[in-house]
């Protein structure tokens, strides 16, 4: 088995026992980093001499003796969301096309302490504002199981990065799906923890009240490794709550008691559901059922039908607060053309903000507006709280809420950037676990017969990522879909990979 | 509920974008979808429902008032656009009456 085939379990092992070094490691997924990326395009920034440097002082640690982190060695790509010290941070923006953080995000901090290699800065929707990955201002990012689709997102690049075995780990964000519909369209695991398990200090803000940080890996393992390592409480976010990490990892095991599995009728009879989700989606619940579970009949009515309307409002207004900070004053993109301040301010925004983003802003911007507050802004987060009262009802009666992670698999590049509405549709699953702030799990369950991944996803209380771990580890040690690989993309045919200019700001 | 060309304009100023006609005519016609879409929420009956408007229940968080270290002078400004000095360089805020 290659270097970059195992997993950051496996690797922790072979680091450990001696067999593998941190810099072999490294150069093992630097060298599939440079095989891959002409056509996936997942990255935005790979440093190698950086990320050697921070190889060979993982090496250099363990030689002397001292004790290393429960990363050592272990390459993880970051959303370049996240602010990593001195290394360019551009939320696939012009407007921070040439911004380099002075300091490190609190989940960076806690990887440097785990010794893990930051191998590089991965692609994204636009300030995270997509399920496609499109928005990016720089390049579109390929699906590695068909170069014609996207990765979903807007943690595609990480997705991608994953599947395509260029890093074992990523870390991506979760607004409204942005980590489990990436997830599900690459074939890969990915979680979004209960809001305020990982500290958010040092992401760049979108939606504050929905944005969360987390693991996204090709095993529940794995994903369970890397939660164990960001999660906790940061003084420096004060939404983060003060609560014991558990071992995530040496809890993997299922207690005896049988699970309780709540299947929203309304999710399964939604017009768009795709048969082949619907398929893989069920089949993936009888392998429960056959290890001992019950399904247990529940109904989410606002959830299935007002989510997505809710999510548009919700956080389209925290973002065009938020994104009121591009000013062009302190840091991010001014305009060249002369002009009073309010001028420069448009003008600066104008220019480096792009189609979606703009979109957004002025959505918000006109839900929170005089005159149209009530009937938007607090009309939709009355209908927030209707939604929550639905998911605890629900979770009265079970202990997890399963059912498909988007209603499709991945969709070709290009089909739908110029319908929003028909892109925000493609969120429905996901978006209701951000309103409420419950933790949500996207696993493989299938392909479809064209080849793309199809995603299961498993939601549970505030603060049961155990429970979903646990569920999903079991899921795996029966089937074998996270163990297929995409096809190498060299040897596909009839693909002509458009290689476009990386950016200015990353030459 | 839909938006007038007019009123577009008026959003964009306030939210500091300075769209060209073309992108106010394409602004305009896509939030008139969205607002159409999500103008189903206005059916649902919300009487005596409190708005949420964060999903976990928190308390004011209060920590102790220590003096702590701060980004260093020349780090902060790294990223200015403009610099002048010490200073970040900005437009007039006022236009000088001359």
Not at chain 1, 106 to 126: F, S
Not at chain 2, 22 to 30: D, F
Request: proline fraction near 8%; aromatic fraction near 6%; glycine fraction near 8%.
């Amino acid at each position: 088995m290659t270097v970059y085939d195992l997993t950051a379990m496996q690797l922790r092992q072979a680091h450990a026992a001696g067999e593998l070094s941190a810099v072999a490691i490294t150069e093992a997924f630097l060298e599939r980093i440079r095989q891959q990326e002409p056509i996936i395009q997942a990255f935005l920034h790979v440093d190698e001499t950086e990320a050697i440097r921070q190889a060979e002082a993982v090496d250099a640690k363990r030689r002397s003796g001292q004790p290393v982190g429960l990363l050592a060695g272990i390459p993880v790509g970051i959303k370049d969301l996240l602010c990593v010290r001195g290394t360019p941070t551009t939320c696939a923006s012009r407007m921070l096309a040439s911004y380099h953080p002075p300091y490190d995000a609190t989940v960076i901090q806690r990887l440097r302490a785990a010794d893990a290699i930051l191998i590089g800065k991965t692609n994204l929707d636009e300030f995270a504002m997509g399920s496609s990955t499109e928005t990016s201002a720089f390049r579109p990012t390929r699906n590695p199981w068909n170069p014609e689709c996207n990765p979903g997102g807007s943690s595609g690049g990480s997705a991608a990065a994953v599947a395509a075995r260029e890093a074992p780990l990523a870390i991506g964000t979760d607004t409204g799906g942005s980590i489990r519909q990436p997830a599900s369209f690459c074939g890969i695991v990915g979680l979004k923890p209960t809001y305020g398990r990982v500290s958010r200090y040092g992401m760049v803000a979108f939606a504050s009240s929905l944005d969360q940080i987390g693991p996204m890996a090709r095993t529940v393992a794995d994903t369970a490794l890397l939660l164990e390592v960001i999660a906790g409480h940061d003084p420096r976010d004060s939404t983060s709550v003060p609560r014991p990490v558990p071992r995530y990892t040496e809890r993997l095991t299922m207690p005896p008691q049988p699970l309780r599995i709540g299947l929203p009728r309304e999710f399964f009879e939604l017009p768009g559901l795709d048969r082949e989700v619907e398929a893989a989606t069920r089949a993936a619940l009888q392998e429960f059922v056959a290890r001992g579970a019950t399904l247990v009949d529940v109904s989410l009515p606002h959830a299935a039908d007002y989510a997505v309307a809710v999510y548009y409002l919700v956080a389209t207004a925290e973002a065009s607060s938020n994104l009121a900070r591009y000013d062009g004053m302190h840091y991010g993109h001014r305009t060249a053309i002369a002009g009073d301040l309010a001028t420069t301010m448009s003008r600066s925004r104008a220019e480096a903000f792009g189609p979606e983003v703009k979109r957004r802003i002025m959505l918000g911007t006109y839900a929170l507006s005089s005159g149209y507050y009530d009937a938007y802004y607090l009309k939709a987060l009355k209908v927030r709280r209707l939604i929550a009262q639905e998911f605890a009802e629900a979770f009265s009666r079970c202990d997890l809420i399963a059912g498909p992670t988007s209603p499709t698999p991945a969709f070709p590049i290009g089909s739908k950037v110029n319908d929003p509405l028909a892109m925000y549709l493609s969120d429905i699953y996901t978006i209701s676990a951000n309103l409420v702030g419950i933790p949500g799990l996207s696993l493989p369950c299938g392909f479809s017969r064209c080849g793309l991944p199809i995603g299961l996803q498993l939601l549970a209380p505030h603060f049961a990522e155990e429970t979903l771990l646990q569920a999903g580890h079991l899921y795996e040690q029966v089937t074998d879909w996270h163990r297929r690989c995409p096809p190498d993309p060299k040897r596909m045919t009839g693909t002509s990979p458009n290689l476009d200019s990386p950016p200015s700001a990353l030459e | 509920m839909s938006l007038s060309p007019d009123e577009v304009r008026k959003v964009a100023r306030l939210a500091r974008l300075d769209l060209s006609e073309s992108e106010l005519a394409g602004m305009a016609e896509q939030l008139n979808r969205i607002l159409g879409f999500v103008d189903q929420l206005q059916a649902i009956d919300t009487t005596g429902i409190e708005p949420l408007a964060h999903p976990m229940p928190l308390d004011n968080v209060f920590r102790d008032d220590e003096p702590n270290d701060s980004l260093p002078v020349d780090a902060a400004l790294h990223n200015a656009p403009a610099r002048a000095g010490a200073y970040f360089a900005v437009p007039a805020v006022f236009e000088s009456e001359g």
